[in-house]
C-alpha cells in the first residue's frame, strides 16, 4: 500500500466514523503519536485498543479531514479547529507508527506582518494570561511563541540579566549539543555561530533574543508563592522584584525553572571542620572555574557531565592533583561519533544542506514513539562500541564504569528516563586514561577531615576543594516549594517516562510525566528541557494556552494517574 | 534576440578579445555599469566608446567566461578570479543596460561552517589590516563582511555603545525606510519587527549585531589623527580609548564617520544675548525631544526630515507654538506612496512574498545607470502628485514650498545628489496644512534676541527654543579633520554625481563620488550611506580590500579626477 492509499483509507475511515476501520489500519502493536491536535495532549496510543479508545472520545468533536501526502512519510491535515502536520511509517498494509501535531489555530494563526504595523513594546500588565516563573531558554522560547501568538505572557527570572543562568556556571562551559540542535524559535543562530556554544556566547543570545523579540521580561524578580483560587479559576503570584514585594494575577502559571534548577548536595561527614581548614566544599553549580586552584588538590565527586568538565578544567588550569570519585557507572560517548551518528541525519550542516530544516528535524524526532526509541538507538551505540573501541579500552583499563545504558539504548533514552548520567567526550575521558584526572571508582564519600577526604575504599586524598557534581533534584521540587506539597503529590513526578529503570520507576506511561501537557492542577504546566524540547515543545505548550485565551473547547483526552510523587 | 543568444554572442566576443563586437552589443548610448568584477572598482560606462576603452584596459587581465543565464534578466559570469551576478536589460538586438558584479573570488569565498568550528572570538590586534572609523550600521556592516572574509578589521567608535549613533537623537526619531529596505548583512530584523524602527530599537540591535557577530568593536575610542606612511604603505592610527591614547598600523583606513557627521550651524547674530536671556539655540542633532517645551514657543529653522520630526514632536508634546522657517523648496512624499510606488515592487512584504530576495532587490537598484535613474523615476512622481493632490494643495495654500527635485526625479535621486532636502510624510505635512505646525516660507533667520527670533520678512516670533535643522557638511570635513587639509584636497568631494543640480556641481561622474571605491589617496576608503546602501555597497568594499589582504592583482581602471574640493 502506498502512503497516498492508506492516508486516503486513513482519512475516509475517520470520516464516515468507523473507528474500527480506522484502528484496523494500524499494526496490532502500532502507535499514534498526537501532539494537541486529537487529544488536547501530548499522547502516543500504543497498540489498535488504545487507538479505538481515543478515537471514541475525541473523534465527533476533532472532525479530521484533507489528509494530504506531502512526501512518501510526511502529510498535511485539518481538524475542526486547526491545521496539523502529520508523519506515517508504513510496513506493508499497516502502519507502524502514525504521529499527528498541531500547527496552528485557524483563525487565530501567528501574527507575523501586521506585528510589523506598530512599534509594538510590550505593555506591562498586571494581569497577563500566563506566567512564566523561569526565564531561561524555555520560558523565553515559550514567551516568544505567545507573543507572536497575541498572548499576554510576563516572563519572571530571579537573576538580574537574561542568560545569567549560563553566565554564572563554571568558566569553561559549553554546550555538548551542537550549534543545529539548538537555535530559538523564529531567529537561529547565524552561519557563523561555533558548534559548541561557550555559555557565556549562550548567555548573550538570550539576553538579546528578549530584547529583539521584545517580551514582557521581568529581570530581578524571584517568585515567592503563587495559590490557585478555585473561584476565580486564576492564581495570585506574590514576587519580589529587586526585593520589593509585587502581586501578579495569572490565570494560568508555567513552571520553566529549569531541570537543573534545585541542586542535591548529600550531608558529608567532617564538612564544618573540611571547612574551619581552609577547604572549599560545594555543589558543582556554584564551582566557578578552575584558575584559582593552580597548585591544589581537588577531589570531584561524580561521574556525569559537570564532573567530567570540572575535573577538565582543573587539571588545565594546572591543580596539582585532580581526582574524580565515581559513585556508579556512567555513558561516555566520543563527540564526534554522536555527532555523525545520532544527530548528523537530522541536525548537521549536511543535514540543513539537503533540506532538513529545523522543524522538520523536530517533528521526525517526535515521530518515534518512546517505547520504540530503545530498539532505534541500540545500533547506534553498538557502531559506537565498535568504532570508538580504544576509547573504551583505555577507560576499562584506567578503571572508569562506564555503560550504554541499562538496556544499551545509549545517551538520548537515559536523558528522557532521569536527564542525567552521561558524558559526552571532549577531553576528559582521555585525560582519565592518561592519569592526568585520576579515579576512584565505586567509592563514595565517607568524611572530609583537615585537607583531605576519607573514600569508602579506605583511601584518603589530600583536598583543598571537594566538590559534588551529584545532579540536581526534580521539578516537583519547585512545585512544592512555590505552590505547595499538597498541588506537588496532586501533580506527581515531572519527567520520566515510566522505563523502569534507575530513576524512572515504572509503570510505563509513554510521554514525558507532565511536561508540556495538562497536568492534575488546573490552569498548572511544566516546561524546559534542553534547547531543542524547548524549542519545538513550546510550540504545543503555546497552542494549548492560545486555545485556552480565545475561549475554544480544549477537552482533555487522558490524564495520566499519579503513579509516583517525585 | 533572447537575452541567452545576447549572452552566447557577448561572452564569445570577449573570449575571443573583439572588444568591437563586444562593444557593438550595446546600444550606442547604452549603459554597462561595473561593479569590482572588470574594473576594480565602481563605474559606469556610458555609450560605446567608454565600453569600449574599458575592455581595452581589462580584458587581458579579467578573462571573463561562463556567462550562464538564470533568468530574462539575471545571469551569472566567471572571471580570472572572481564568480558574478550579472543583470541585463535588452531592447531588440542590444542592451540598454548591463550590470556586472563581483560576488566571491575565488578559493577566498566567505566562511561559513569552518568559522562553527571554533569559538572564534576576535583576538584584539594592534595591527589589523583595516581600521573602520565610526561603526554605525555603515562601519559595522563592512566589519561583519570583512569577518566573514577573514580579514583583520577593526571598528573605532567614539561612543560609549554600539547604537548611541542613534540612541542620542531626539526621542521621536523613527527610521523612515521600511524593515525589508534596512537589514543588515547576514542576520535580517526577525519578522515581527516594525516597518519604521525607532531609533533606540535600531541602536539595541547594532549592539546585538556586533556582539553576536563577534566583531573587534571598541566603543569609547576616538580617532584623533591618521598619517600615511608612504614607505611602509600603511597608516599611523592615533587614538584616545577612553581618553587614553593608543596607536594602531592598519593597512587600510575606511572613513565611516557618516553623512551626518559635521553638523552644520549658521552664525547666528545675537546668539549670546538670545542664551543669557534663557533660551536654547542648537543644532537638531542635540535636540533631545519636545517633552521639556511644553507651554513654550519654538522655531524649528529648515524644512527636511529632522524639521519636520522636530516640529511635530514639539507640537505632540504640547509647545506653545511651534514655527517652521523655510528657507528654501523640500521635496515632501506621503510614506504610504513611497512605500506602494518606489519601494513595493522590491522592498515589501509583496515583493517577499513574490521571492524577491533582499540581494535580488539590492542588485537591481544597482542595475539602473544614475543618469537614467531621473526618467525612471519621474513617472513614479507624476503618479504621486496625481494620487495626493489634497495634501499638495493643502500644503500650498499653506504656503508650504514644495517641489519634486529641479527635473521632478524625487527623493531617490536628490538622496543621490546631496543626500538632503526632503521629507517623507508622517504627520508634520498635514500639522503644517492645519496649522498647528505654523510656517514661515522663504524667510531666514535674521537675528536673536532675549526670547525672541527676527526673520528676514521683517517678522518677529516669540521663541523660548531656536533649533537648526540644517543639514551636515560633507564627508570631505573628516578626511580634513583626521587626516590632512592637504589629503582632504587630493581626494576631493566624497558623494554626489556631477547632476549639476543644487549642491552637486557637474561635471556628470555616473557614480558616487569616492564612495566605495579607491580614491586618489592611496588605502583609503569612503563607506557609509542610508541602511541599504551600507548593506549592498559594503560587499564590493569588503572584496577590493580582500583581494588586497591576499595580494591579488587589482588593477584599478579609471580614478575620476578631482573637481571639487567638497
Redesign the interface.
Known amino acids: 500500500m502506498t502512503p497516498r492509499d492508506w492516508l486516503q483509507k486513513f482519512g475516509s475511515a475517520l470520516e464516515r466514523g468507523d473507528i474500527n476501520a480506522a484502528a484496523g489500519l494500524f499494526e496490532p502493536e502500532g502507535f499514534w503519536r498526537d501532539l494537541v491536535s486529537f487529544t488536547w495532549n501530548l499522547k502516543t496510543c500504543e497498540g489498535r485498543a488504545e487507538v479505538k479508545a481515543m478515537l471514541a472520545a475525541t473523534l465527533a468533536e476533532v472532525k479530521p479531514r484533507n489528509f494530504i501526502p506531502k512526501s512518501a512519510e510526511w502529510f498535511t491535515f485539518e481538524t475542526a479547529l486547526g491545521r496539523g502536520i502529520g508523519h506515517l511509517r508504513l510496513r506493508g498494509k499497516h502502519a507502524w507508527t502514525l504521529l499527528t501535531t498541531l500547527q496552528e489555530l485557524k483563525g487565530f494563526e501567528e ?3 501586521e ?6 513594546e510590550p505593555s506591562p500588565s498586571q494581569a497577563p494570561y500566563v506566567l512564566i516563573v523561569g526565564g531561561g531558554q524555555g520560558g523565553i522560547a515559550l514567551a516568544a511563541r505567545l ?2 501568538l497575541g498572548v499576554p505572557a510576563v516572563v519572571v527570572e530571579k537573576n538580574e540579566r537574561a542568560g545569567d543562568s549560563w553566565r554564572k556556571r563554571y568558566a569553561s562551559l ?1 554546550l555538548h549539543d551542537p ?1 543545529w540542535y539548538d537555535h530559538m524559535p ?2 537561529p543562530f ?7 556554544t ?1 555559555k557565556d ?1 549562550m548567555g ?2 538570550l539576553e ?1 533574543y528578549v ?4 517580551l514582557d521580561y521581568r529581570s530581578g524578580t524571584e517568585c515567592v508563592r503563587a495559590i490557585f483560587s478555585e473561584e476565580e479559576k486564576a492564581w495570585e503570584v506574590h514576587l519580589l522584584k529587586n526585593g520589593e514585594p509585587l502581586t501578579l494575577r495569572p490565570k494560568h502559571l508555567v513552571l520553566a525553572t529549569g531541570m537543573s534548577g534545585f541542586p542535591y548536595l548529600p550531608p558529608v561527614k567532617g564538612a564544618a571542620s573540611f571547612q574551619q581548614a581552609g577547604g572549599l566544599l560545594l555543589h558543582s553549580s556554584k564551582f566557578e572555574g578552575g584558575a584559582a586552584w593552580k597548585g591544589k588538590h581537588a577531589v570531584v565527586v561524580g561521574s556525569g557531565t559537570s564532573a567530567h568538565d570540572i575535573c577538565q578544567d582543573l587539571h588545565t588550569q594546572g591543580a596539582a592533583e585532580v581526582t574524580m570519585v565515581q559513585r556508579a557507572p556512567s555513558i561516555v560517548v566520543r563527540s564526534e561519533s554522536l555527532m555523525e551518528l545520532a544527530w548528523g541525519p537530522l541536525y548537521s ?1 549536511q543535514a540543513v544542506a539537503r533540506g532538513v530544516s529545523t522543524p522538520i528535524a523536530d517533528l521526525t524526532v517526535a515521530s518515534v514513539p518512546f517505547k520504540v526509541l530503545p530498539e532505534l538507538q541500540r545500533p547506534i551505540y553498538a557502531e559506537i562500541r565498535k568504532r570508538d573501541h580504544e576509547l573504551y579500552a583505555g577507560l576499562e583499563k584506567a578503571g572508569f564504569q562506564y555503560t550504554f545504558g541499562e538496556d544499551g539504548s545509549g545517551i538520548h533514552a537515559l536523558y528522557l528516563r532521569r536527564g542525567a548520567g552521561y558524558y559526552i567526550e571532549t577531553g576528559a575521558s582521555q585525560m582519565i586514561i592518561d592519569g592526568r584526572i585520576k579515579l576512584k571508582a565505586g567509592a563514595i564519600v565517607e568524611e572530609a577531615g583537615e585537607k583531605s577526604v576519607k573514600l569508602s575504599d579506605g583511601s584518603e586524598l589530600p583536598a583543598d576543594l571537594l566538590v559534588f557534581a551529584t545532579g540536581y533534584g526534580s521539578m516537583n521540587q519547585w512545585a512544592r516549594e512555590l505552590i505547595s506539597a499538597e498541588v506537588a503529590d496532586k501533580v506527581g513526578k515531572v519527567w520520566g517516562l515510566g522505563s523502569d529503570t534507575k530513576a524512572d520507576p515504572g509503570p510505563w506511561v509513554g510521554e514525558l510525566r507532565n511536561m508540556w501537557k495538562p497536568t492534575a492542577q488546573e490552569n498548572l504546566w511544566f516546561h524546559g528541557g534542553n534547547l531543542m524540547q524547548s524549542r519545538h515543545y513550546s510550540l504545543y505548550l503555546a497552542l494549548q494556552l492560545k486555545a485556552r485565551f480565545e475561549g475554544l473547547a480544549t477537552p482533555v483526552y487522558y490524564v495520566e494517574p499519579v503513579h509516583h510523587l517525585s
Chains 1, 2 share one sequence.
Open positions: 501574527r507575523r506582518e506585528m510589523r504595523s506598530s512599534s509594538n507573543k507572536r559549553c550549534v523564529y531567529l547565524p552561519e557563523h555561530w561555533p558548534v559548541f561557550p556566547r548573550d543570545w538579546m530584547k529583539v523579540m521584545q550542516e
